[in-house]
C-alpha cells in the first residue's frame, strides 16, 4: 500500500495544475499523481485553439460572466462563473511566468484572437497549439516539485470509501498487473470527459470517463451529463479536431453550393472580417444544428464517411495559415490530403466535450467526504447547457488550482485513514476484478463489438437531435449491453502490460457514464443549448432551470434535480 | 426529422464495421513483435492480415488486430493525430508515429512493425521509457529565475523574435523516435540524447529564463560531446524540433562561454 | 520522483548489431564522414613528411617526390582527396545547422548557405590555383 495525504488520479492540465497548487501550499504534503498515461499524453495536449481570460482593457469581468452565462443558456451557476472569471487572468500569467510559449503582440504583451460566443477578443493563445503547449509546461513545472510522487501507468480501478469519507483508491499498475492501493485522506478526480462513448469524437482513446464512472459508483451524483458539446468542424472519418482558431482568424463555413448558410439561422449578416457572436464565431451547440439542418434540406457534400460541409481558409493567405493555424494545415493535409491553402477543409460536427460530470460545488468539493473534481470530469457549473470554446482549458487551471488548494487545506487537519478498512476494502475490490477480468474465463462477446453497439446505440439516440422514443431505445439497449457485457471474452492472461483488461475496464466505466447521459437525456423535456429535443422544441425555464443529478442504482440511473444558482443575469431569451 | 439521423449512422456502421473482410477485400501483411515476459524467453513475429484501406494508418490497423483478430497485442496509443507522442514504433525499420504511417506508402508490401529500438522492451510493442524521462527531468526543463515578477504585475514581455529564437524546440512531443534514431544513444546508454538537450535548450534560449549554468549537465561528458552529429534525430522528428541543431548550436555556446570564463571571468552573467 | 516504474530486471533488452553502420544508407555515409577525418590525418602527414624532405636539400626532395608520383601513391592522393572534398562538403553542411542566417525576418535556407560556402570555397580553391599556375615559373 502506498500513502498519501492527497492522491491526484488524472495527469492532464487540471490533475498538473491541482497537484502544483497543493504542492505550493505546503511542501509537506505529499501529493500521488496516479495517471493511465504518462502525463504528457493526456488529452489536453490536443486542445488547439485558445483560453480565455480578461488581460486587455477593452475588456471586463462582468463581459467574460456574461458572454460565458449567456453561452451556458442560463444554466451556469452565476457565482461559480463570477469566480472563475475573477481568476482566470492570474492563472494565464502565472502559466506565462513558468514558460508557456504564448503568442505575442510587437509589443511583447501575450495576444488574443476571436472565439465563438466571445463579445471581444480575449482566448489567449500559443499559435494553434495551445493545450499542447499547456500541458507541457505544466508537466515540466511540475518536476521542480519533489512532493508530487508520479504513479505512470497506473489504471484507476475504483474509489475506496470508508465510514462515508474517500480514503484513496485502487489501481492496476500496469507493469506488473498487481492492483495497488493508493491510499490517501484526500482524492481528486481529473480524469477528463467520456467522448469515447460516441463513435465519431475528436477525444482521444483515453476519454472514457473512468473517473466520472468511479465517482458514480461511489454514490456521487453526476451532474447535467446529458450535454455533450458537437464540435462544429472535425474532419470526417477520424473526427480529428480543426480548431475554432480557424474560424476565429477568419475561416469561413460553406455548404455545398458556396454559400456561407450560417446566415439564415439568425447568425447573420455574413461580414467578410469576423464579427464576435455572429456567424462562424456563433457557439457551438448552434453551428452543429444548422450544420444538420443544412444536411436536412440536402445542402452539404456527400463523402465516404457521410455527409459534410467546407470550412474555407484560402482568402487568409498562406501566411496567416503558417503563422496563426500551422497545425491546421498540417492535420487537413496528412489526413484528409487538402491544403488549406489552396481548398476548403470537409468538416463535419463530432462529439468533443462533455459540459457534464461529477457534481462538484465552487470550491472543486462533492458530496463525498475528501473527493474533489476538476476539469471535464467535473461540473461545477460554469458550462451550463453548451460551454464556449476557450473557456475549458481555463477552467483546468482555475479549478485544478481550487481542486489542489481545497484538498490540502482539508489534509492537513484530518489524520491518515485506517489501513485495516483499507485493506478490507482493497481485498474485496481484487476479488471482483479477479472475478470479472483479470482470471475471467469463457465469454462470447468481443469487447470491440458491445464498444461499437454502445456507440452506435448514443449516436442514434442521444445525439443533436433527441427524442423521447430513439433515447428510450438507447437507454434499453445499453441496459442489455449491460448484461451482455459480462459475456465479454478476454483473451490475454499475462500480467505484465495487459491493455486488453484495460480496454474491459475501460468499457465498463463507458457503459456506465453512456447510461446516465442517456437517462438524463430521456429526463430533460425541453431543448436547452446543446440538448435538442424535437419533440420540445423550446427552452423551458420554469420547469427546467434546473441542474439534472444522476445517482447510481442496480437498475440504472436515478435523476433528481439542482436548482441553477442565479446572481445578475436573469434568464434571456438566448439570441445572438 | 429522424432520417437523416439514420442515414448517417448507417455510413458510421460501414466505418465501423472493420471485422467484416470478405474474400474480395484486399488485405495487408503486418509482422509484428510479440513479446510475453515469463513467457517468451526472447522476441518474436507474429504474421497478421488486415483490411487495406487507402486511408487507414498503421495504427489502424493494430486497433483492427486489436478489436477483431488478437486481444492479446499490447501498444500505446492515444490521441491518433500526432501530437500526444504515444505510438512510436519502428515501422519497416524506421522509427515512426504510427497513428501517421500511412498503408498506403507500404503497400502491397508487408510492414514489420516492432517496439522503439535502442529502448529495452516490457511487453510487446511497448518499451520502458523511464530512462528518457529521468534524463528530461535532469536538464530542469523549468523557468528558473534570480527574481520572480509577482503575477499581479503581468506577464514578461517577449517579442516575437524572441519567441522565435526559441519556439522550434518547443514542439517536442516527447515521442523518442530521435532516440531510437540515435546510434550513439544505442552504443551508450549513458547519453543525455536529442529530446532532453533539446529541452534544455528551449529553456537556455527563452528570454525569461536566467538558468543556463545550472543546466551544466548539458555541457558534461554524456551530454552534448556524446554527440558525433550523425543527425537522424532531426531527420525523423515528426514535429521538425531539428535537435541536432539544438545540440550543435549548444555545443558552440558551451564553447564561447568556457573561452569567455577563461579570458574575462569578471563577466559573468 | 515516480512511483512506481517497471522492474528493471523483467525488461528485455536487445543488442546493439556490431554492423549497425551498415543497416542504413545514413549511417553508412555518417561512418565515411568520420573516415574521411583518418584520410585527411594521413594525408597531413606525409604533407608534413614532403615539407620536412624540403630541408633535406634539392636531391632528397627530388627522390621524395619521385616516389610520390609512383601510382599507389597517387592512388592514395585521388582517395584522400575525395575523402577531403565529402569532408568538407558536409562540414559546409553542417555549418548552416549550427549557424541560422537571418535576412530580416525569414531565414536564409540551409541549403542556400551551404550553398554560398561551397561557391566561396571553389572561388578560392581556383584562386590559389591560377596563382600557383602563375608562379610556377
Same mark, same amino acid.
Given at each position: 500500500?502506498?500513502?498519501?495525504?492527497?492522491?491526484?488520479?488524472?495527469?492532464?492540465?487540471?490533475?498538473?495544475?491541482?497537484?502544483?497548487?497543493?504542492?505550493?501550499?505546503?511542501?509537506?504534503?505529499?501529493?500521488?499523481?496516479?495517471?493511465?498515461?504518462?502525463?504528457?499524453?493526456?488529452?489536453?495536449?490536443?486542445?488547439?485553439?485558445?483560453?480565455?481570460?480578461?488581460?486587455?482593457?477593452?475588456?471586463?469581468?462582468?463581459?467574460?460572466?456574461?458572454?460565458?452565462?449567456?453561452?451556458?443558456?442560463?444554466?451556469?451557476?452565476?457565482?461559480?462563473?463570477?469566480?472563475?472569471?475573477?481568476?482566470?487572468?492570474?492563472?494565464?500569467?502565472?502559466?506565462?511566468?513558468?514558460?508557456?510559449?504564448?503568442?505575442?503582440?510587437?509589443?511583447?504583451?501575450?495576444?488574443?484572437?476571436?472565439?465563438?460566443?466571445?463579445?471581444?477578443?480575449?482566448?489567449?493563445?500559443?499559435?494553434?497549439?495551445?493545450?499542447?503547449?499547456?500541458?507541457?509546461?505544466?508537466?515540466?513545472?511540475?518536476?521542480?516539485?519533489?512532493?508530487?510522487?508520479?504513479?505512470?501507468?497506473?489504471?484507476?480501478?475504483?474509489?475506496?470509501?470508508?465510514?462515508?469519507?474517500?480514503?484513496?483508491?485502487?489501481?492496476?499498475?500496469?507493469?506488473?498487473?498487481?492492483?495497488?492501493?493508493?491510499?490517501?485522506?484526500?482524492?481528486?478526480?481529473?480524469?477528463?470527459?467520456?467522448?469515447?462513448?460516441?463513435?465519431?469524437?475528436?477525444?482521444?482513446?483515453?476519454?472514457?470517463?473512468?473517473?466520472?464512472?468511479?465517482?458514480?459508483?461511489?454514490?456521487?451524483?453526476?451532474?447535467?451529463?446529458?450535454?455533450?458539446?458537437?464540435?462544429?468542424?472535425?474532419?470526417?472519418?477520424?473526427?480529428?479536431?480543426?480548431?475554432?482558431?480557424?474560424?476565429?482568424?477568419?475561416?469561413?463555413?460553406?455548404?455545398?453550393?458556396?454559400?456561407?448558410?450560417?446566415?439564415?439561422?439568425?447568425?447573420?449578416?455574413?461580414?467578410?472580417?469576423?464579427?464576435?457572436?455572429?456567424?462562424?464565431?456563433?457557439?457551438?451547440?448552434?453551428?452543429?444544428?444548422?450544420?444538420?439542418?443544412?444536411?436536412?434540406?440536402?445542402?452539404?457534400?456527400?463523402?465516404?464517411?457521410?455527409?459534410?460541409?467546407?470550412?474555407?481558409?484560402?482568402?487568409?493567405?498562406?501566411?496567416?495559415?503558417?503563422?496563426?493555424?500551422?497545425?491546421?494545415?498540417?492535420?487537413?493535409?496528412?489526413?484528409?490530403?487538402?491544403?488549406?491553402?489552396?481548398?476548403?477543409?470537409?468538416?463535419?460536427?463530432?462529439?468533443?466535450?462533455?459540459?457534464?460530470?461529477?457534481?462538484?460545488?465552487?470550491?472543486?468539493?462533492?458530496?463525498?467526504?475528501?473527493?474533489?473534481?476538476?476539469?471535464?470530469?467535473?461540473?461545477?457549473?460554469?458550462?451550463?447547457?453548451?460551454?464556449?470554446?476557450?473557456?475549458?482549458?481555463?477552467?483546468?487551471?482555475?479549478?485544478?488550482?481550487?481542486?489542489?488548494?481545497?484538498?490540502?487545506?482539508?489534509?492537513?487537519?484530518?489524520?491518515?485513514?485506517?489501513?485495516?478498512?483499507?485493506?478490507?476494502?482493497?481485498?474485496?475490490?481484487?476479488?471482483?476484478?479477479?472475478?470479472?477480468?483479470?482470471?475471467?474465463?469463457?465469454?462470447?462477446?468481443?469487447?470491440?463489438?458491445?464498444?461499437?453497439?454502445?456507440?452506435?446505440?448514443?449516436?442514434?439516440?442521444?445525439?443533436?437531435?433527441?427524442?423521447?422514443?430513439?433515447?428510450?431505445?438507447?437507454?434499453?439497449?445499453?441496459?442489455?449491453?449491460?448484461?451482455?457485457?459480462?459475456?465479454?471474452?478476454?483473451?490475454?492472461?499475462?500480467?505484465?502490460?495487459?491493455?486488453?483488461?484495460?480496454?474491459?475496464?475501460?468499457?465498463?466505466?463507458?457503459?456506465?457514464?453512456?447510461?446516465?447521459?442517456?437517462?438524463?437525456?430521456?429526463?430533460?423535456?425541453?431543448?436547452?443549448?446543446?440538448?435538442?429535443?424535437?419533440?420540445?422544441?423550446?427552452?423551458?425555464?420554469?420547469?427546467?432551470?434546473?441542474?439534472?443529478?444522476?445517482?447510481?442504482?442496480?437498475?440504472?440511473?436515478?435523476?433528481?434535480?439542482?436548482?441553477?444558482?442565479?446572481?445578475?443575469?436573469?434568464?434571456?431569451?438566448?439570441?445572438? | 426529422?429522424?432520417?437523416?439521423?439514420?442515414?448517417?449512422?448507417?455510413?458510421?456502421?460501414?466505418?465501423?464495421?472493420?471485422?467484416?473482410?470478405?474474400?474480395?477485400?484486399?488485405?495487408?501483411?503486418?509482422?509484428?513483435?510479440?513479446?510475453?515476459?515469463?513467457?517468451?524467453?526472447?522476441?518474436?513475429?507474429?504474421?497478421?492480415?488486415?483490411? +487495406?484501406?487507402?486511408?487507414?494508418?498503421? $495504427?489502424? /490497423?493494430?486497433?483492427?488486430?486489436?478489436?477483431? *483478430?488478437?486481444?492479446? =497485442?499490447? &501498444?500505446?496509443?492515444?490521441?491518433?493525430?500526432?501530437?500526444?507522442?504515444?505510438?512510436?514504433?519502428?515501422?519497416?525499420?524506421?522509427?515512426?508515429?504510427?497513428?501517421?504511417?500511412?498503408?498506403?506508402?507500404?503497400?502491397?508490401?508487408?510492414?514489420?512493425?516492432?517496439?522503439?529500438?535502442?529502448?529495452?522492451?516490457?511487453?510487446?510493442?511497448?518499451?520502458?521509457?523511464?530512462?528518457?524521462?529521468?534524463?528530461?527531468?535532469?536538464?530542469?526543463?523549468?523557468?528558473?529565475?534570480?527574481?520572480?515578477?509577482?503575477?499581479?504585475?503581468?506577464? +514578461?514581455?517577449?517579442?516575437?523574435?524572441? $519567441?522565435? /529564437?526559441?519556439?522550434?524546440?518547443?514542439?517536442? *512531443?516527447?515521442?523518442? =523516435?530521435? &532516440?531510437?534514431?540515435?546510434?550513439?544513444?544505442?552504443?551508450?546508454?549513458?547519453?543525455?540524447?536529442?529530446?532532453?538537450?533539446?529541452?534544455?535548450?528551449?529553456?537556455?534560449?527563452?528570454?525569461?529564463?536566467?538558468?543556463?549554468?545550472?543546466?551544466?549537465?548539458?555541457?558534461?561528458?554524456?551530454?552534448?560531446?556524446?554527440?558525433?552529429?550523425?543527425?537522424?534525430?532531426?531527420?525523423?522528428?515528426?514535429?521538425?524540433?531539428?535537435?541536432?541543431?539544438?545540440?550543435?548550436?549548444?555545443?558552440?555556446?558551451?564553447?564561447?562561454?568556457?573561452?569567455?570564463?577563461?579570458?574575462?571571468?569578471?563577466?559573468?552573467? | 520522483?515516480?512511483?512506481?516504474?517497471?522492474?528493471?530486471?523483467?525488461?528485455?533488452?536487445?543488442?546493439?548489431?556490431?554492423?549497425?553502420?551498415?543497416?542504413?544508407?545514413?549511417?553508412?555515409?555518417?561512418?565515411?564522414?568520420?573516415?574521411?577525418?583518418?584520410?585527411?590525418?594521413?594525408?597531413?602527414?606525409?604533407?608534413?613528411?614532403?615539407?620536412?624532405?624540403?630541408?633535406?636539400?634539392?636531391?632528397?626532395?627530388?627522390?621524395?617526390?619521385?616516389?610520390?608520383?609512383?601510382?599507389?601513391?597517387?592512388?592514395?592522393?585521388?582517395?584522400?582527396?575525395?575523402?577531403?572534398?565529402?569532408?568538407?562538403?558536409?562540414?559546409?553542411?553542417?555549418?548552416?545547422?549550427?549557424?541560422?542566417?537571418?535576412?530580416?525576418?525569414?531565414?536564409?535556407?540551409?541549403?542556400?548557405?551551404?550553398?554560398?560556402?561551397?561557391?566561396?570555397?571553389?572561388?578560392?580553391?581556383?584562386?590559389?590555383?591560377?596563382?600557383?599556375?602563375?608562379?610556377?615559373?
Amino acid at each position: 500500500m502506498f500513502t498519501h495525504d492527497i492522491v491526484i488520479v488524472g495527469g492532464g492540465g487540471a490533475g498538473l495544475r491541482a497537484a502544483i497548487a497543493a504542492a505550493e501550499v505546503s511542501s509537506k504534503l505529499s501529493i500521488a499523481l496516479v495517471s493511465k498515461v504518462y502525463p504528457m499524453r493526456s488529452h489536453t495536449v490536443s486542445a488547439e485553439g485558445g483560453t480565455a481570460a480578461v488581460l486587455r482593457e477593452y475588456d471586463s469581468l462582468d463581459l467574460h460572466a456574461k458572454d460565458t452565462i449567456f453561452g451556458a443558456d442560463f444554466l451556469a451557476d452565476q457565482d461559480a462563473v463570477e469566480a472563475f472569471v475573477k481568476e482566470a487572468p492570474g492563472e494565464l500569467i502565472q502559466l506565462e511566468h513558468w514558460g508557456c510559449p504564448w503568442s505575442r503582440d510587437p509589443d511583447g504583451r501575450v495576444s488574443s484572437r476571436s472565439f465563438g460566443g466571445m463579445s471581444v477578443d480575449r482566448t489567449l493563445f500559443a499559435a494553434d497549439k495551445t493545450g499542447f503547449h499547456l500541458l507541457h509546461t505544466l508537466f515540466q513545472t511540475s518536476l521542480k516539485y519533489d512532493s508530487i510522487i508520479r504513479y505512470d501507468e497506473c489504471f484507476l480501478t475504483s474509489l475506496l470509501v470508508d465510514d462515508g469519507k474517500v480514503c484513496g483508491v485502487t489501481s492496476i499498475n500496469l507493469y506488473t498487473g498487481r492492483v495497488e492501493v493508493i491510499a490517501g485522506k484526500t482524492v481528486i478526480l481529473c480524469t477528463g470527459g467520456g467522448g469515447r462513448i460516441f463513435p465519431f469524437t475528436t477525444n482521444a482513446a483515453i476519454n472514457t470517463g473512468d473517473g466520472m464512472a468511479a465517482a458514480y459508483r461511489a454514490g456521487v451524483a453526476l451532474k447535467d451529463m446529458e450535454f455533450v458539446q458537437y464540435h462544429p468542424t472535425g474532419l470526417p472519418g477520424t473526427g480529428i479536431l480543426i480548431t475554432e482558431a480557424s474560424r476565429g482568424e477568419g475561416g469561413w463555413l460553406k455548404n455545398k453550393d458556396g454559400y456561407r448558410y450560417l446566415q439564415d439561422y439568425g447568425l447573420g449578416p455574413p461580414t467578410d472580417k469576423p464579427t464576435h457572436r455572429k456567424m462562424e464565431l456563433g457557439p457551438r451547440d448552434i453551428l452543429s444544428r444548422c450544420h444538420m439542418q443544412e444536411y436536412a434540406k440536402g445542402r452539404t457534400f456527400e463523402g465516404p464517411y457521410g455527409h459534410y460541409v467546407h470550412l474555407d481558409l484560402r482568402h487568409l493567405g498562406e501566411e496567416v495559415i503558417n503563422k496563426k493555424l500551422p497545425f491546421v494545415r498540417e492535420l487537413a493535409s496528412k489526413y484528409v490530403g487538402i491544403d488549406p491553402v489552396y481548398e476548403p477543409i470537409p468538416v463535419r460536427p463530432v462529439v468533443h466535450y462533455m459540459m457534464g460530470g461529477v457534481s462538484t460545488d465552487i470550491n472543486a468539493k462533492t458530496t463525498l467526504v475528501g473527493l474533489y473534481a476538476a476539469g471535464e470530469t467535473a461540473c461545477v457549473s460554469i458550462n451550463g447547457a453548451n460551454r464556449l470554446g476557450s473557456n475549458s482549458l481555463t477552467e483546468l487551471l482555475v479549478f485544478g488550482t481550487r481542486a489542489g488548494r481545497a484538498a490540502a487545506a482539508y489534509a492537513a487537519n484530518v489524520s491518515a485513514p485506517a489501513s485495516a478498512a483499507i485493506d478490507a476494502l482493497a481485498a474485496d475490490e481484487q476479488r471482483r476484478l479477479d472475478r470479472q477480468f483479470l482470471r475471467k474465463d469463457g465469454g462470447t462477446e468481443r469487447i470491440a463489438t458491445i464498444r461499437q453497439e454502445m456507440q452506435l446505440a448514443m449516436e442514434e439516440g442521444a445525439g443533436i437531435y433527441r427524442d423521447e422514443q430513439k433515447m428510450e431505445k438507447a437507454c434499453k439497449t445499453l441496459r442489455t449491453l449491460r448484461e451482455r457485457f459480462k459475456e465479454i471474452i478476454i483473451e490475454d492472461r499475462g500480467s505484465t502490460f495487459n491493455t486488453e483488461v484495460m480496454t474491459a475496464l475501460e468499457l465498463d466505466f463507458m457503459l456506465d457514464v453512456a447510461e446516465v447521459v442517456a437517462n438524463s437525456a430521456l429526463m430533460r423535456r425541453e431543448s436547452r443549448g446543446s440538448h435538442t429535443r424535437t419533440d420540445f422544441p423550446k427552452r423551458d425555464d420554469a420547469n427546467f432551470l434546473k441542474h439534472t443529478l444522476a445517482y447510481r442504482t442496480p437498475d440504472g440511473p436515478k435523476i433528481d434535480y439542482l436548482p441553477v444558482t442565479i446572481t445578475r443575469w436573469p434568464p434571456e431569451e438566448r439570441k445572438y | 426529422m429522424g432520417f437523416w439521423v439514420s442515414s448517417s449512422i448507417s455510413k458510421l456502421a460501414t466505418r465501423n464495421r472493420y471485422h467484416e473482410v470478405t474474400m474480395a477485400e484486399p488485405t495487408i501483411t503486418l509482422n509484428v513483435t510479440r513479446y510475453r515476459p515469463g513467457q517468451d524467453r526472447a522476441p518474436t513475429t507474429q504474421a497478421y492480415a488486415v483490411p +487495406y484501406k487507402e486511408d487507414w494508418v498503421v $495504427l489502424d /490497423a493494430l486497433n483492427h488486430i486489436k478489436d477483431q *483478430i488478437d486481444g492479446t =497485442l499490447s &501498444y500505446r496509443w492515444s490521441c491518433r493525430m500526432g501530437v500526444c507522442g504515444s505510438c512510436g514504433m519502428m515501422v519497416n525499420g524506421t522509427p515512426k508515429l504510427t497513428c501517421a504511417a500511412f498503408l498506403r506508402d507500404y503497400y502491397p508490401g508487408e510492414i514489420r512493425v516492432e517496439p522503439l529500438i535502442n529502448f529495452p522492451i516490457i511487453r510487446d510493442l511497448v518499451i520502458d521509457m523511464s530512462d528518457f524521462l529521468d534524463k528530461l527531468k535532469s536538464v530542469k526543463p523549468w523557468i528558473i529565475r534570480k527574481e520572480e515578477k509577482p503575477v499581479a504585475r503581468g506577464e +514578461y514581455l517577449q517579442t516575437p523574435a524572441e $519567441l522565435e /529564437a526559441f519556439h522550434q524546440f518547443t514542439q517536442c *512531443i516527447n515521442c523518442m =523516435l530521435c &532516440y531510437a534514431a540515435c546510434p550513439v544513444y544505442g552504443l551508450e546508454p549513458k547519453f543525455l540524447g536529442p529530446a532532453a538537450i533539446a529541452l534544455g535548450y528551449r529553456y537556455n534560449m527563452d528570454s525569461r529564463d536566467q538558468g543556463k549554468e545550472q543546466r551544466a549537465v548539458i555541457g558534461n561528458h554524456d551530454g552534448i560531446w556524446d554527440c558525433t552529429f550523425v543527425g537522424e534525430c532531426s531527420v525523423v522528428c515528426p514535429k521538425d524540433v531539428d535537435p541536432a541543431a539544438a545540440i550543435q548550436r549548444s555545443k558552440v555556446d558551451t564553447t564561447k562561454n568556457w573561452f569567455q570564463s577563461i579570458l574575462m571571468p569578471w563577466g559573468q552573467r | 520522483m515516480t512511483g512506481i516504474r517497471p522492474d528493471p530486471s523483467k525488461l528485455y533488452n536487445r543488442k546493439m548489431p556490431a554492423t549497425w553502420w551498415l543497416q542504413k544508407k545514413s549511417y553508412f555515409l555518417f561512418m565515411l564522414r568520420e573516415l574521411s577525418s583518418v584520410f585527411i590525418a594521413l594525408f597531413l602527414l606525409v604533407y608534413l613528411y614532403q615539407i620536412y624532405q624540403l630541408t633535406q636539400g634539392p636531391e632528397a626532395y627530388a627522390a621524395f617526390t619521385r616516389r610520390l608520383s609512383s601510382p599507389g601513391w597517387i592512388f592514395f592522393n585521388l582517395i584522400a582527396f575525395l575523402f577531403a572534398v565529402y569532408h568538407s562538403v558536409t562540414w559546409f553542411q553542417s555549418t548552416a545547422v549550427v549557424l541560422p542566417v537571418r535576412l530580416g525576418e525569414r531565414l536564409v535556407p540551409r541549403q542556400i548557405v551551404t550553398a554560398l560556402h561551397i561557391g566561396f570555397w571553389i572561388v578560392v580553391s581556383l584562386g590559389v590555383l591560377i596563382l600557383f599556375l602563375a608562379l610556377k615559373d
